[in-house]
Every structure is written in C-alpha cells, then in structure tokens.
C-alpha cells in the first residue's frame, strides 16, 4: 500500500508523539502517490538507511525515512495506513481521539460508533 517495513531498532524515537507509542515495529513511505496527514518525526540514527524498495535501484537508499499515517487511493477506495504497530496503541484513549479526529478530518463519519 505505499509503504515498507522498518528494522525495529531503526526508530531511536518520534519527535511528534502525541499518544505515547514506543518505537519498534513502523512502515516508512516508499510511493510518491502516498499522501502524508501526520508525519511522526523519527529520529532515525544516522548508521542504518533501509533501500527505498524492492524495485528501487541497487545502491539506492533513503537518507530520511519518513514513517507517518497517510492516505493511498487503492482501486475505487481510499486506504489509510498508520505507519505505527497499532496492537500497541490500539487501547489508548490519546490514539482514540487522534484517530477519530483524522477520521472526521478525511470525512470519514460511518466508522465512528
């Protein structure tokens, strides 16, 4: 969907972290389509720089990855993904009520009960 698996020990922290996740288990953006809504700032040391993607060219690498939530057109829907292991947060109220506001935000209104 946009997006590829980051080594877990990649994410030293997030400087935008509203809801108190703990890094480990994130996606970084590879697609130029994806659209950002809330970019987690990662601070990323500077020893570890995943390759963009599979088809990406040999040698090519990321020199910032960026893990956020976005948004992706897929067929005739609309995905967002969070970039962050859910499992995780799933249960916090500070997730709850930034996930309803991006929710209302990209006019989504039938998944709020």
């Not at 980051?6 to 996606?27: I, R």
């Not at 970019?39 to 060219?57: E, K, R």
């Not at 948004?71 to 993904?81: L, M, N």
């Not at 292991?85 to 989504?108: A, H, W």
């Amino acid at each position: 969907m946009g997006s590829n698996y980051l080594y877990y020990q990649c994410v030293k922290s997030f400087q935008n972290d509203p809801f108190g996740y703990k890094p480990h288990e994130e996606q970084y953006i590879d697609n130029p389509y994806d659209v950002v809504l809330f970019n987690y700032n990662a601070s990323i040391p500077g020893t570890y720089f995943p390759v963009l993607s599979a088809s990406a060219s040999p040698g090519q690498v990321s020199t910032k990855p960026i893990i956020d939530t976005y948004e992706r057109d897929y067929k005739r829907e609309r995905a967002i993904i969070l970039g962050i292991y859910s499992d995780d947060i799933v249960t916090n109220n500070k997730f709850d009520s930034y996930f309803e506001k991006l929710l209302l935000k990209q006019g989504i209104t039938d998944m709020m009960d």
